[in-house]
């Protein structure tokens, strides 16, 4: 399910400026962008603070914006790229969506829905399977994460 155009790290670099965009907000360092025939039809990045919307994670926010551009709430066939592997919820809301394939960075130790955690993403229990390809540009991933949470903790002393 790669894009013959471009390969999964440069959407991924893609991803990782819309991070720091919700960095630059003040929101955990996520980004995610959708991809269908080889065009990014979605992006965003975290927003549940800004937005008071515990639902505005990176992978909505893109999921969203796709979905309003295609005019249909259903994304066959399109590769999700996130910088951090998703929650249970964005879990269920990409495959809602029916999406074909999900990229994602650093691996989620805590939450993680593509098998840190739960296997939700992949799994070949619910009416929908997704298939998906972590760890890359992970360390690119996790040090922006860790950088973010590290500033913050610095901020609290």
């Known amino acids: 399910m790669q894009d013959p155009n471009h390969s999964h790290e440069y959407w991924m670099t893609q991803a990782l400026a819309l991070a720091r965009e919700a960095e630059i907000a003040g929101e955990v360092p996520v980004g995610a962008l959708v991809v269908l025939d080889g065009a990014c039809i979605g992006e ?3 927003r549940p603070i800004g937005a008071n919307d515990p639902t ?4 909505v926010v893109a999921l969203r914006a796709a979905s309003q551009r295609l005019n249909n709430y259903r ?3 399109a ?6 592997e998703p929650c ?11 999406l074909g394939h999900v990229v994602f960075g650093a691996a989620d130790p805590k939450a993680g829905a593509a098998g840190s955690v739960f ?5 070949e ?6 298939t998906y390809t972590g760890g890359v540009l992970a360390a690119e991933s996790s040090a922006l994460l860790q950088g973010f949470f590290r500033a913050r903790r610095g901020a609290l002393a």
């Open 56 to 59: 505005a994670h990176a992978e």
């Open 125 to 130: 229990r619910l009416n929908h399977v997704v």
């Open 75 to 77: 994304l066959p066939g």
């Open 44 to 46: 965003g990045w975290n």
């Open 88 to 98: 249970a919820m964005c879990a269920g809301a990409i495959i809602q969506a029916r």
């Open 119 to 123: 296997s939700i993403i992949g799994t």
């Open 79 to 84: 590769v999700l790229y996130v910088t951090l």
